[in-house]
Structure formats: structure tokens, C-alpha cells
């Protein structure tokens, strides 16, 4: 009991701590990007260690309020309140003390004297104007693609009345790349554009959307696109897209549309609080009784989980949204490798970057990347899907030098952003005019996906979150070029 209420006196200690370096970091720019950064970090890092030991004390009775990860220990690792339990959460906060601290270092000493230095203003001589259309095809054409690469799988579970979530998580189609992809776009695509019509100010020159028809058209977009995703099951592209919209809108928050905020913000949240609702049996149980699709009888898959029985629906849902298991999943990542005695990489995962530029096709037998390593090394149950805490990757890869280096690099790559708008393009071209002005909050919007990832996530960050999106909304972006007086 001693050792239980000191773990929380330091634990407690760290989360204040942890909360003045957020409101510091706030401070130096007036930017929420990363208060709202540490938050979701520290929600897959210590959120977790807050509840798991006091549930574990208790003798795991958390399932009276909707905590349900104790069958993840089935497939993974039993997980005790022990000395490795406390040695890992030590090193999570050492790893959100070293990012934030790093983060301020590195404005203070480097971008604030940028910015303070009197720089002449960007040569744009042009606007762009967003097309509404433009945007609903894509999401249209994505949300296609992605239909078209999982249909034998959905019409699977509806011809079964399987959930959805679960047969197309357990697929092992080839090109489940490709509808990840398509997932990802349908959804930030149109968020983002919807981001332009909740704030009133044309910056860096890009043209806020005010016609009635337009906003009612890009908003179909993101109920469209939100709601095929979450009929998938699916969530993390939602909130990724919300995150953008919102933090563009605190952002210039003199200059928003408060009932535009609240109508994306009321959809996304009746998806996130349905999410147990559209996972479960009862949609493809209706569909297949109504529609009576053609059954396919013979697929491959991984393991399949089964869904838990529908009943207390209220509390499942409720549960779900305020405990979900991913409170945990890439918490104890750190646990399984410190307990299990994992040994360190010394890089594995910088060469599965190097090498993972050369197709399959032509070198088959390429390295692992850090999180099937570690799937492997805990003697994790094959098929499921599991996570790898970022920080705990970095450990696995080069020890507790790789979680201090894995912070540093995290913290400049968050800092470079504003750096960059001290920057001036004399010749500003459409592509670095909305990366100038889009890179935090995209960055922003993938920490979900990143924090849950190893370096190698670095590679898909960059290209899948930050390229391609805005090579996307160039194509519904037109220029206005006008006559400086």
C-alpha cells in the first residue's frame, strides 16, 4: 500500500509538471497545437498508469465501469503493478519531460530569434480559392477505392453477420495498403477543407470559404467520408481530421464560426460515442436482412476476435469512449519489454528504413521493423493487432539513449514548423504556401498514429501524412492572381 501511494504522489507530481511545460510551450507562441500534442501523448503514455495499478489493487473489478483490457493479457502478457511496471512508467515520464523540455529549448534558443528579426513578407501575387465540388469527389473517389478494395470482405460480414471492424481488420488482402490510404484521404481531405470555412481570415492568403452552398457541400464531404469510416469500425481518421479543424479554428479563434465548429464537432463526437454500436453485429445483421447480399464462403484470415455480447449498452459505450483499451495497449509495450528481457536492436529500425525503399519484389527478405520484433520477442499471440508505445520503440532500438534521442528528435521536428514561417518565399509557389501554413496542424493531427509507432513511422508521417495531402488539396485549389496597387 506504501509503495502505491508514493507511486501516485511522484506520478501526480509528473502529470502537474508535465501540465506547466504545456501551458509554457503555449506561451512562447500563443499556439494550441502543442498543448493539444502533449495531451494526446500523454493520454497513450500515462493516462494508462493512472488507472491500471489502483485496478490491479483492487483485483481488476474495473470491469463495473467499462475498463475491458484484462483479455488483452490472453494475447499478449499478464501485467503486474511490480518494479518493472514502475521502472517503465519512470521512463515514459522521462520521455514527455525531455520532449517538452527540448521543445522550449529549442524555440527560445533558435526560432523566437527568427520570428523576432524584421523579415520581409512573402511575394504572393495570387489567392487560392478552395473548390467545394473538387473536394466531395475526392472523398467520393477515396471512399470508392477503399469499398472497392474491402468489398469481398463486407459482404462477408454482412452475408454472415459478422462486425465489419473485425473481418476487415482480420483480412489479410494485399492491398489493405492501399485502403488504408484511401481511409486516411477520404476524411482529411475534406476536414481540412471544412477548416477553411470555420475561420473568417484569408491567411497566408488562402481564401476563407463563406458562401452557403459551399460550407453545406464540403460539410456533406466530412459527414460522408466520417460516417463510411466509422461503419468500418474505425476512428483514428475522424479525430485526426477534428484535431486539424480544431485547432485551425482555436487558432484564430477571433475570427471563427462557432456553429461551424460545433456542427463537425457534434458529428465526430455521435460517431466516437456509437463506436461500440457500429462495431458490433447489428448493422450487418439489418443489412444482410434487407439486402440478402451474395454469401462468399471461402476468405483468409488472421485470428478473428470475437464481439462482445450486446447487452448494458449505455455502460459498453460509455466505457468505451472514456476507457478504451488503446489507454493501454501501447502503455504496456514498455512494460513487455523490460519485463520480458527483450534485447536491444542497436538500430533495426533505421535499417527497415533504409532497405524498406527497395520493393519487396526485388528483396524479399527484408529486416523486421521494430514492432513485430517486439511482437515476437513477447511471444505475442499471432494474428491480433497490437500497438509499440514510440518511446518504448526508441528503447528497444538503442536503450535508454534512443528514448532521450527519440524525444529530442520528436521536439525539433515539432518546433521546425514555426521555424519555417519565419522563413520568407520570395517566390512562394501554391505547394509551399499551404505547407507553410498546414505543416503544424497536420503534424498535429497524425500524433495519434505517430506516438503509437516506431521511428519508422517517420517515413509515412512525412510522406502519407504531410505530402500527400497537400498534393491532394492542391487539386481543389484554384488560383486568383491580382494586381498589387
Known amino acids: 500500500m506504501i509503495t502505491l501511494i508514493l507511486y501516485y504522489v511522484v506520478l501526480l507530481s509528473a502529470t502537474f509538471l508535465i501540465a506547466r511545460n504545456a501551458y509554457k510551450m503555449w506561451a512562447l507562441n500563443h499556439d494550441f497545437t502543442l498543448p493539444i500534442i502533449t495531451f494526446f501523448m ?11 495499478p489502483l485496478d490491479a489493487y483492487f483485483g481488476f473489478k474495473g470491469g463495473a465501469i467499462g475498463l475491458h483490457y484484462i483479455q488483452m493479457f490472453d494475447r499478449l502478457f499478464v501485467v503486474d503493478f511490480d518494479r518493472d511496471y514502475i521502472l517503465s512508467v519512470g521512463y515514459y515520464v522521462l520521455f514527455m519531460l525531455v520532449f517538452q523540455y527540448a521543445y522550449i529549448f529549442a524555440v527560445k ?7 523576432n528579426k524584421e523579415l520581409k513578407k512573402d511575394a504572393v501575387a495570387y489567392e487560392l480559392v478552395l473548390q467545394p465540388l473538387v ?44 485502403h488504408q490510404l484511401a481511409n486516411e484521404f477520404c476524411v482529411i481531405v475534406p476536414f481540412i477543407a471544412f477548416s477553411f470555412a470555420i475561420t473568417q481570415s484569408d491567411v497566408y492568403s488562402i481564401k476563407a470559404i463563406n458562401r452557403r452552398r459551399d460550407v453545406l457541400i464540403i460539410l456533406s464531404a466530412c459527414v460522408i467520408s466520417s460516417l463510411y469510416i466509422a461503419l468500418l469500425g474505425n476512428r483514428r481518421e475522424i479525430l485526426s481530421g477534428l484535431i486539424i479543424c480544431i485547432l485551425i479554428g482555436i487558432n484564430n479563434i477571433g475570427n471563427m464560426h462557432y456553429k461551424r465548429m460545433g456542427a463537425i464537432f457534434i458529428v465526430v463526437l455521435a460517431l466516437f460515442l456509437s463506436n461500440d454500436f457500429l462495431r458490433s453485429t447489428y448493422i450487418p445483421r439489418e443489412l444482410n436482412a434487407f439486402a440478402h447480399p451474395q454469401e462468399i464462403k471461402e476468405m483468409q484470415w488472421k485470428v478473428v476476435e470475437k464481439v462482445a455480447p450486446e447487452k448494458n449498452v449505455g455502460k459498453e459505450v460509455l466505457g468505451s469512449f472514456l476507457f478504451s483499451n488503446e489507454l493501454f495497449y501501447a502503455h504496456f509495450s514498455m512494460y513487455g519489454i523490460i519485463h520480458k528481457e527483450v534485447p536491444i536492436t542497436y538500430g533495426s529500425s533505421f535499417v527497415y528504413l533504409a532497405t524498406s525503399v527497395v520493393p519487396r519484389a526485388i528483396y524479399s527478405n527484408r529486416p523486421p521493423d521494430i514492432y513485430n520484433y517486439y511482437a515476437t520477442s513477447v511471444n505475442a499471440v499471432k494474428g491480433q493487432i497490437y ?22 528528435i520528436l521536439a525539433v521536428l515539432m518546433a521546425f514548423p514555426y521555424y519555417l514561417r519565419a522563413i520568407p518565399f520570395r ?6 504556401q499551404l505547407l507553410k501554413y498546414l505543416l503544424p496542424f497536420l503534424l498535429c493531427s497524425q500524433i ?35 494586381v498589387s496597387k
Open 448 to 482: 495519434v498514429t505517430f506516438i503509437t509507432a516506431g521511428p519508422e513511422a517517420y517515413k509515412s508521417l512525412m510522406l502519407e501524412g504531410v505530402l500527400l495531402p497537400i498534393i491532394l488539396l492542391l487539386l481543389c485549389l484554384k488560383k486568383n492572381t491580382f
Open 427 to 432: 517566390y512562394t509557389n501554391s505547394f509551399f
Open 109 to 115: 534558443k533558435y526560432v523566437q530569434p527568427a520570428l
Open 387 to 408: 500497438t509499440i508505445h514510440h518511446a518504448a520503440a526508441w528503447y528497444l532500438n538503442l536503450g535508454i539513449v534512443g528514448l532521450i534521442l527519440g524525444a529530442v
Open 42 to 52: 500523454y493520454y497513450f503514455t500515462l493516462a494508462g498508469a493512472l488507472i491500471f
Open 135 to 178: 473536394v466531395l469527389l475526392i472523398a467520393l473517389f477515396c471512399i470508392a477505392v477503399s469499398f472497392y478494395v474491402l468489398r469481398d470482405e463486407i459482404f462477408y460480414a454482412i452475408s454472415h453477420e459478422k462486425s465489419i471492424y473485425l473481418i476487415t481488420r482480420a483480412t489479410v488482402n494485399k492491398y489493405y495498403t492501399i
